[in-house]
């Protein structure tokens, strides 16, 4: 199974800044199915980044995602207020065990 | 619109049988796979395996192999998720997902409200 180790567990910062979310892969991720999820406290959640670096519909283009192989970022330039949440990535290129990431809270600084 | 829209929330006893439901709109059914997720709380997220509505083809996660059973019923649009006999474990949200296609394929693009699931004596 490919395990996913996301850094750091908790981002501080304030409203304006960059945050940049990394997702290490245990193996090569060959195909790049590598996606990005945002869940905010009682709510599903919700796709963000999807085969690595597309953006899904109606996200706003100050999220962006990038990375192959075993390396990948998601980064939000000039962090909104209603980004603060909790972000996970997932990859599914070694069916059937496809995993996500334990998550990374991103809080407000 | 897509929707996915859940079952309520339940409350089983160890032991117990349950079968919690998905049922969609906005779309043509058998195009897409259904998938399910599990977040126990306080927790991260768990992908339990997804289904084809169009023939019923299964994938599980390793982990939840022989642990679950996932069926649709096509004549109404509603994907199914059954335990034969629940843990304390199992407690948790479970969500339905909808698989993405293209470049979007397995990554989940719609999401269920979730299902809160209680297993407790």
């Known amino acids: 199974e490919i395990v996913l180790t996301q850094s750091p567990d908790t981002l501080s910062l304030s409203p304006g800044e960059r945050a940049t979310l990394s997702c290490r892969a245990s193996?090569?991720?060959?195909?790049?199915?590598v996606s990005w999820y945002q869940q905010k406290p009682g709510q599903a959640p919700r796709l963000l980044i999807y085969?690595?670096?597309n953006r899904a519909t109606g996200i706003p283009d100050r999220f962006s995602g990038s990375g192959s192989g075993t390396d990948f970022t998601l980064t939000i330039n000039k962090v909104e207020p209603e980004d603060f949440a909790v972000y996970y990535c997932q990859q599914s290129g070694r069916l059937p065990a496809l995993t996500f990431g334990q998550g990374t809270r991103l809080d407000i600084k | 619109e897509v929707q996915l829209v859940q079952s309520g929330a339940e409350v089983k006893k160890p032991g117990e049988s349950l079968k919690i439901s998905c049922k969609v709109s906005g779309y043509t059914f058998k195009s897409f796979w259904l998938g399910w997720v599990r977040q126990r709380p306080g927790k991260g997220l768990e992908w339990l395996g997804v289904?084809?509505?169009?023939?019923?083809?299964?994938i599980y996660g390793p982990s939840f192999e022989g642990q679950v059973t996932m069926s649709v019923a096509k004549s109404i649009n509603t994907a199914y998720l059954q335990w034969g006999s629940l843990k304390a474990s199992d407690t948790a949200i479970y969500y339905c997902?909808?698989?993405?296609?293209?470049?979007?394929?397995?990554?989940?693009?719609?999401w269920g409200q979730g299902t809160l699931v209680t297993v407790s004596s």
């Open positions: 193996q090569s991720l060959t195909s790049n199915f």
């Open positions: 997902v909808r698989r993405g296609d293209g470049l979007k394929s397995w990554a989940f693009d719609f």
């Open positions: 085969s690595a670096s």
């Open positions: 289904i084809d509505p169009a023939d019923s083809d299964t």
